[in-house]
């Protein structure tokens, strides 16, 4: 669907307050199915040249593991001038995946050449090895000048950091679902309200023009929190069924994230009532719902992630966002429902109640007065 209406509508509006000057020009966007074939065409000669390159380089240097780091460096290094070349759309497109994938091979090898250089067997354990992955990961984020990229990179210093967590936690692989809420669950909300802080400052970054370093670090951080909630609510799912020998999995202090996370919702929901002005009445009946509603959802804290979520991405407008809210609030209500530690009139009763609360949202929502804000 084309959005240049929305788009022209949007400049005329900004045009009357006396914001921008000019005639509207429409944006050329090449056609998403053009995309599609470009990126996978830069993926798939990037797979060739790969799997030459590896396989000379490990048939050669085989047990060398700085020979092998350093060719990663280079392979690193050949996607970040890739990156910064400038040529067609189309070309530019294909160009771009076959640097992000030349980049991520180059950084599975610098790893694998540190671990064969120092012991991978030890190395993999200890929290020091997985915090320079994390290191690694926020040295990408900056100098490597692509959106996608971006995203990737901070993706993978979250879940770095996250087993790095862990281990420094003193877990084993023997049983890692019980240090989930200690490592999972508050990286989650870290991660949660850090997105949070974005939002909330987001005009100033974009007057510092540093939105387009920063924006792509809240999308893979959004994705991450809410994917951490996902996991913290699941936990408790029948896992005998993928699992020999672990019966009803119970994960000590599984409600800590779920009461962060309505924490981080009550915040949010004042400091937005403060942003638009609303009446001090309305405000105790926002504060009194979001308390409400994180209290019933405790223990699917996907859910109270989702609303956040969704409401972050209202205030920005973002479809991805939106859609992304959406599926947390849907696969956190199955989640819970599919746990079998609580029994089913526990579980409707919950629902219903969450049900109740968010109707009355709807309503105090519809009586207030409609007044545009701007941030």
């Not at 993978?156 to 003193?170: K, M």
């Amino acid at each position: 669907m084309s959005t240049e209406p929305f788009e022209r509508l949007l400049w005329q509006q900004l045009a009357a307050r006396g914001a921008v000057q000019g005639e509207f020009t429409p944006a050329l966007r090449m056609p998403w199915p053009i995309r599609l074939l470009m990126g996978a065409a830069g993926w798939l000669g990037a797979l060739f040249a790969q799997l030459f390159l590896l396989g000379s380089v490990f048939a050669v240097t085989r047990g060398n593991g700085p020979a092998i780091a350093i060719t990663g460096l280079l392979m690193i290094g050949a996607a970040i001038l890739m990156y910064r070349t400038t040529s067609q759309d189309s070309a530019r497109i294909a160009l771009g995946q076959f640097a992000l994938a030349a980049s991520l091979g180059g950084q599975g090898m610098v790893i694998v050449g540190v671990g064969e250089s120092l012991g991978i067997d030890r190395l993999s354990q200890t929290a020091v090895f997985w915090l320079g992955v994390a290191a690694l990961e926020a040295v990408l984020f900056v100098i490597v000048p692509n959106r996608l990229h971006r995203f990737v990179a901070v993706t993978g210093g979250w879940s770095a950091a996250t087993i790095a967590l862990y281990i420094a936690l003193g877990g084993s692989m023997r049983n890692p679902f019980l240090m989930m809420p200690l490592t999972v669950g508050l990286l989650g909300v870290l991660a949660m309200a850090a997105v949070m802080v974005f939002v909330l400052n987001e005009a100033r970054i974009a007057a510092r023009g540093t939105h387009a370093l920063w924006e792509p670090a809240a999308d893979a951080t959004l994705v991450f929190g809410l994917s951490s909630a996902l996991i913290i609510t699941g936990t408790a799912l029948p896992s005998e069924f993928l699992f020999d020998g672990i019966k009803h999995l119970q994960t000590p202090g599984n409600w800590v994230p779920g009461v962060l996370v309505g924490v981080c919702l009550v915040g949010f929901a004042q400091i937005e009532g403060a942003r638009i002005r609303c009446d001090a009445g309305i405000r105790i009946g926002l504060m009194v719902l979001a308390v409400a509603f994180s209290g019933l959802m405790v223990m699917a804290p996907a859910v109270t992630a989702g609303v956040l979520a969704l409401a972050m991405a209202l205030r920005r407008a973002s479809l991805p966002w939106i859609g992304l809210a959406i599926a947390a609030i849907l696969l956190g209500f199955i989640w819970y429902y599919s746990t079998l530690q609580w029994t089913l009139l526990v579980k409707s009763v919950t629902l219903a109640a969450a049900g109740v609360l968010l109707l009355a949202a709807r309503l105090a929502l519809t009586r207030m007065p409609r007044k545009e804000a701007i941030a």
